[in-house]
């Protein structure tokens, strides 16, 4: 049964890891692979989603409509930047990785300043479901009061028995929920087909009658809603700071960067699984520190073999298989 | 590097030891073949015009010989050495030079700047001014030394791009597209540069897609096409094979 | 010219590669030098934020010859000057009673961060990395470096002879951590970071760096850099093997990183993990790209100005806006200059003394 606790409690950490990297990279990874823009400022837009899913709750808004309303005020703010900055430095990756750095410093700070250093935290939803596994339990999922009854006799829970969150697993059903639809969105919507146009070849679409200029701003859109999306998720779990998305950024360029732009999609899920599957691994066998070296040098390895990313990798293998 | 006597020659090599030659090449890319099965020898102070259709693997061809691209199979030597795996740098120190198709000179820097990178490895500064005006003359820049070359039109940096090439002092050159987007006068000037450098000594290879431009420099000739081989000889043979004009003329 | 001599010496401080030159500029530097030794004392500033701006200066030099001559932008520069300053601090603790100056401290608080740098760019350019993703490399590098650093609290594992890292706390005993000390025996001078002899100290080795920077960029190494920046790939088919030349700038950009983490150290004998931060890194972005990342000089009058402003502002009532200012002064400038404030300025003034050919020497002639 022993076994049976550590695997399961692998699992549920590796897919605990993977929501994670899912969430904070999702965004970024449509704005870098479809862009070509560094969004340095991405972790700044989930901030923004953070408090605006903090204020929702606030104001007694159910937490997923208040995810979704984070989605759109990150969504908007996006788009603004989009067209008063952003737009100025397409095609120049050091100079848009410089100037959203700039950006992100503005916007934290500015948030510090109105908002204070730290906002009265939210609950986590379904805190009180427990999912329980080993000892004498075997495998069960308890409410507040079955937990209670558990924990009567000791005042812990019995020998062997470990529990899990159940906001974890709720985490990853969002986080593969999120993905799948950008897949769609990108495949069947009109939206899709003339975002992909643009990225392609831009004098083209523009000559086709597609309004770059609007793609653009909705691609970036798109990128920031996702972003904000993420900081309020990742708000029902974590203290909400102006500086909040700091802590995502340097771990979603990872990701996006190993994954690569040659597809969005099937590179973030690349490069998810498998640097997510390292971190864990890791963390398990050392510490959390040497989880988080394991999946730089992981990244690192992952660069030198395969400079344009995954997904590249993938692209070229399947054009040779033809 | 010693010429050695070679075996299981390509049909093409005209007597003389290739100083260059590539044997049974093939590059894929993904799922495209850009250069399949490709032998040729060019001799040493040979002209050599490469023409094609578009995606006959001509540039492909070039980027191989300078080593930015490896390829899949097949192997390539430079003066009887084995130069397949050598990185660009190190074949470029043994000898070739290249203008590639996109105009590669240093946007920022004066025209006298720029002959300063290629004449380094060869020359002391106090000898540059009197070389660099000597080519300068040869590419029609001359007096233009302190110009900032993205001050230049485009005519002239393609003729400095080939004249930073010429200052590396290279055995063999290669230019891929030398008067791409020039006007005529300016296409007929460049032509009387290479045949000029030509007449010197040196080895040249050219890629283009003016037939004007081709028949003006009037030398033996390759036809890419689908990445191999097609059709080799004097610039008359080529214009009058029926074949290379149903692949390439009768699409001009 | 002639490369003979003292000409020779003159050419290369005056040459191409850096915006000032002829002697209208040479004019005005005097003027500044001598301006800036006598600052401290007739004009009533505090030496111990002064000399805080000298050490961004070689920060800013550190950056601009990486990022504004060779094209490879680091955002995490500051990972060498951490690693400068911890190693400085460490030999400085257990080397002080034997020795009594910190001559070994300073070559440690060099040569760490630049081996480390040959590690790490070997490991990159070789690979032929692109520049995004060494941009991100080096900035996850010097988070790793800040998350390694908060994590030594333990004394009985991480100590190296008397110095303890001390997590979060900082490098201890910090009371052990010497001043800058050079000589021997009786005739030790000694720099105390918080007067006026350590401003003139680190002025002096500064303006030295900087000419020393100057003598590099407008030599044919400094050719090589800025052809690498413009042009990679047609630099290396006139048969250079642009990957050393990367690791060499990559190199000696760490290496002055290092001195100025050695200096920082010294001046106020303490270093903690903040010094590998994000902010600390976004700083000296913002000071090259503000002041003007391909020009030595502009990049560091860059970094002292603005970090003149930033104190302003931190003193002047509202410090919660400085940071917000400073930010949106970054955004600014690559907005309306990008190419900086301060080459934008030097441009201009080259226009207005260029045509007399006083500002600017024929350029064909500065060729070394």
């Known amino acids: 049964m022993e076994i049976f606790t550590e695997i399961f409690g692998f699992f549920f950490q590796y897919l605990d890891g993977v929501a994670f990297l899912i969430l904070a990279a999702i965004g970024l990874a449509i704005i870098f692979g479809m862009m070509g823009v560094i969004n340095m400022a991405h972790g700044e837009l989930m901030m923004i989603g953070a408090y605006v899913t903090a204020f929702s709750m606030y104001a007694g808004i159910p937490w997923p409509i208040a995810i979704v309303l984070a989605g759109i005020g990150a969504g908007i703010a996006g788009m603004i930047l989009e067209r008063l900055i952003i737009r100025h430095f397409y095609k120049q990756l050091l100079s848009s990785l410089v100037v959203t750095w700039g950006i992100s410093m503005i916007v934290s700070q500015l948030f510090l300043v109105i908002f204070g250093p730290t906002m009265e935290s939210l609950p986590t939803p379904f805190s009180e479901i427990k999912i329980l596994v080993g000892g004498d339990v075997g495998f069960s999922v308890v409410g507040p009061e079955g937990f209670a009854a558990l924990k009567a006799a000791t005042g812990r829970l019995p020998e062997g028995v470990e529990s899990f969150g159940i906001y974890r697993l709720v985490m990853f059903a969002i986080a593969a929920l999120l993905i799948a639809g950008i897949w769609a969105l990108m495949r069947f919507t009109e939206y899709g087909t003339r975002a992909r146009a643009t990225m392609d070849n831009p004098a083209m679409a523009n000559a086709l009658g597609i309004n770059t200029a609007r793609i653009y701003a909705l691609t970036f859109g798109v990128g920031s809603a996702l972003a904000g999306i993420a900081g309020g998720i990742f708000a029902l779990t974590s203290a909400i700071t102006p500086f909040f998305g700091a802590a995502y950024t340097a771990k979603a360029f990872i990701v996006v960067v190993v994954g690569g732009g040659a597809g969005v999609v099937n590179g973030l899920v690349a490069s998810v699984a498998s640097l997510g599957g390292v971190q864990t691994i890791f963390s398990n066998m050392f510490s959390v520190y040497i989880g988080f070296v394991g999946m730089i040098a992981a990244a690192f390895l992952i660069l030198l073999l395969m400079p344009t990313g995954i997904s590249g990798y993938l692209e070229n293998l399947r054009d040779r298989r033809k | ?252 | 010219m002639k490369r003979s001599g003292i000409f020779g010496i003159l050419g290369l401080l005056n040459g191409p590669q850096t915006m000032g030159r002829g002697w209208v500029f040479w004019i005005g530097f005097v003027v500044f030098v001598v301006l800036a030794y006598l600052g401290p004392t007739h004009l009533g500033l505090k030496p111990y934020k002064i000399n805080e701006f000298l050490i961004s200066g070689f920060l800013a030099a550190s950056l601009s010859i990486l990022w504004g001559y060779c094209g490879i932008l680091s955002l995490g520069q500051v990972a060498f000057f951490g690693i400068g300053g911890y190693v400085w601090g460490v030999i400085g603790i257990n080397l002080w009673d034997s020795t009594g100056n910190t001559h070994l401290a300073f070559l440690g608080g060099i040569l760490a961060p630049t081996a480390f740098a040959a590690i790490v760019g070997a490991a990159m350019f070789l690979a032929r990395l692109k520049g995004v993703y060494i941009a991100i490399l080096m900035l996850v590098l010097s988070l790793l470096l800040e998350t390694f650093m908060l994590q030594t609290a333990d004394p009985e594992v991480y100590s190296i002879g008397k110095a303890v890292l001390g997590g979060s706390n900082g490098l201890r005993p910090a009371s052990d951590i010497p001043n800058a000390a050079f000589g021997w025996g009786e005739s030790v001078v000694d720099f105390n970071g918080r007067r006026a002899e350590f401003y003139y100290f680190a002025l002096t080795l500064l303006i030295l760096t900087y000419l020393g920077l100057r003598m590099l960029l407008n030599s044919s190494f400094g050719y090589l850099l800025v052809a690498v920046r413009e042009d990679p790939d047609r630099t290396e088919t006139f048969g250079y093997d642009v990957r050393l030349i990367q690791l060499a700038v990559f190199c000696i950009a760490a290496a002055i990183a290092g001195l100025a983490g050695s200096l920082d150290t010294a001046r106020i004998n303490r270093v903690d993990p903040e010094v590998f931060g994000v902010s600390a890194n976004i700083m000296v972005v913002i000071w090259v790209a503000v002041g003007g990342r391909k020009d030595l000089t502009a990049a560091i009058l860059g970094a002292i100005s603005l970090e003149w402003l930033f104190l302003w502002l931190t003193t002047s009532g509202n410090p919660e806006y400085a940071t917000i200012v400073m930010g949106a002064i970054l955004v600014g400038v690559m907005l309306i200059a990008p190419e900086g404030i301060f080459v934008f300025i030097g441009e201009r003034l080259r226009v207005l003394f260029g045509k007399s050919g006083l500002f600017s020497v024929e350029r064909k002639d500065s060729v070394i």
């Open chain 2, 1 to 252: 590097m010693n010429s050695r006597a070679d075996t299981g020659q390509p049909q093409t090599v005209t007597g003389d030891t290739p100083i260059v030659e590539i044997r049974n090449v093939i590059k894929d890319f993904g799922g495209v073949r850009a250069t399949d099965n490709l032998s040729l020898a060019i001799t040493p102070g040979e002209l050599h015009c490469m023409i094609g259709p578009n995606g006959a693997g001509k540039s492909t061809f070039f980027k191989l010989l300078m080593g930015t691209i490896r390829p899949s199979s097949g192997t390539i030597h430079f003066n009887g050495e084995d130069i397949t795996r050598l990185a660009p740098f190190a074949r470029a120190r043994r000898g070739l030079g290249i203008k590639f198709q996109n105009m590669q000179v240093y946007q920022e820097l004066t025209v006298f700047q720029n002959f300063f990178v290629p004449m380094r490895r060869h020359h002391k500064p106090a000898e540059m001014p009197e070389l660099v005006d000597r080519i300068l003359r040869r590419i029609h820049l001359t007096g233009l030394e302190d110009e900032t070359v993205k001050n230049l039109s485009h005519g002239q940096q393609q003729w400095l791009s080939i004249g930073m090439s010429i200052a590396l002092e290279p055995k063999v050159l290669l230019l891929d597209e030398p008067a791409a987007g020039m006007g005529p006068e300016e296409t007929a000037s460049t032509a009387e540069i290479i045949k000029a450098l030509n007449a010197e000594g040196m080895t040249i290879i050219v890629i283009e897609h003016d037939m004007e431009f081709i028949r003006s420099l009037n030398s033996r000739t390759s036809v890419l096409h689908l990445g191999a081989l097609f059709a080799q000889g004097s610039y008359e043979d080529i214009e009058r094979n029926e074949d290379v004009h149903k692949i390439y003329l009768g699409k001009a």
